[in-house]
């Protein structure tokens, strides 16, 4: 079973999450994408899999979200897209793909929702 999680060691959630996988008996594929950050061709993938826009992607606490106007309305998807390219840490995380499905992990429980039973 491949699972790939987009991981933030910093963060508390992203550590539980992996935690469970690995609880579980899987070896995630696990991208910290703070320093291996997914280009435009992963993200608009990934989006596509949560059926999730750009903005709903976007995290607000502790990134330069409001420095760099993002909470205008009419900024495009691209805008927003290349805003995320710029800036992984507007990405709200933890991401993990796995065989059903697609799901932003927050809070860790949705991991469940695409984990076989």
Request: aromatic share 2%; proline share 10%; glycine share 6%.
């Amino acid at each position: 079973m491949r699972i790939t999680i987009y991981h933030n060691p910093n963060c508390g959630t992203s550590r539980t999450v992996l935690g469970m996988l690995r609880e579980r008996g899987l070896d995630p594929e696990v991208v910290e994408y703070l320093k291996t950050p997914p280009g435009r061709v992963v993200l608009r993938d990934l989006l596509s899999k949560m059926r999730m826009t750009p903005r709903e992607l976007l995290r607000r606490r502790g990134t330069p979200f409001d420095e760099l106007g993002l909470d205008n309305p009419d900024l495009s998807d691209d805008a927003l897209l290349d805003a995320l390219e710029a800036h992984p840490i507007l990405m709200e995380r933890p991401i993990v793909v796995a065989p059903g499905g697609a799901r932003v992990c927050r809070p860790a429980d949705r991991l469940l929702e695409i984990l076989p039973a």
